[in-house]
Nanobody, 125 residues
Framework: VQLQASGGGSVQAGGSLRLSCAAS????????TGWFRQAPGKGREFVAA????????RYAEAVKGRFTISRDNAKNEVYLQLDGLKPEDTAEYYC???????????????????WGQGTLVTVSS
């Protein structure tokens, strides 16, 4: 499966963005999907993950209550709604998918097999 992230941009603190992850090659409905981010000079960190049905989600503590992950299986897309953005949310955001048939959510970066290119989110104070 090939993944394509989009929706990044520049906003002021307190603003909102919605990131999209579109899939090609296979249906994204078959994959646990997650979002990660990488700030300049830092490692790639987990942000959120969602189950195949969309009924179960998992978030990093730093974004809980501000970000919402969701999926539209009819459109073959996964989304990350970013609200209440802070300057420390500035990063390249990546969507990723686990292997086919795997149903467990995880925050472990190495457990995700497929990665899209990043989309840049910049939050100014």
């Amino acid at each position: 499966v090939q993944l394509q992230a989009s929706g990044g941009g520049s906003v002021q603190a307190g603003g909102s963005l919605r990131l999209s992850c579109a899939a090609s090659g296979r249906t994204l409905n078959d994959y646990v999907t997650g979002w990660f981010r990488q700030a300049p000079g830092k490692g790639r960190e987990f942000v959120a993950a969602i189950s195949l049905s969309g009924g179960t989600t998992r978030y990093a503590e730093a974004v809980k209550g501000r970000f919402t992950i969701s999926r539209d299986n009819a459109k073959n897309e996964v989304y990350l709604q970013l609200d209440g953005l802070k300057p420390e949310d500035t990063a390249e955001y990546y969507c990723a998918a686990r292997g086919l048939g795997i149903t467990v959510l995880t925050s472990a970066r190495q457990q995700y097999r497929y990665w899209g290119q990043g989309t840049l989110v910049t939050v100014s104070s």
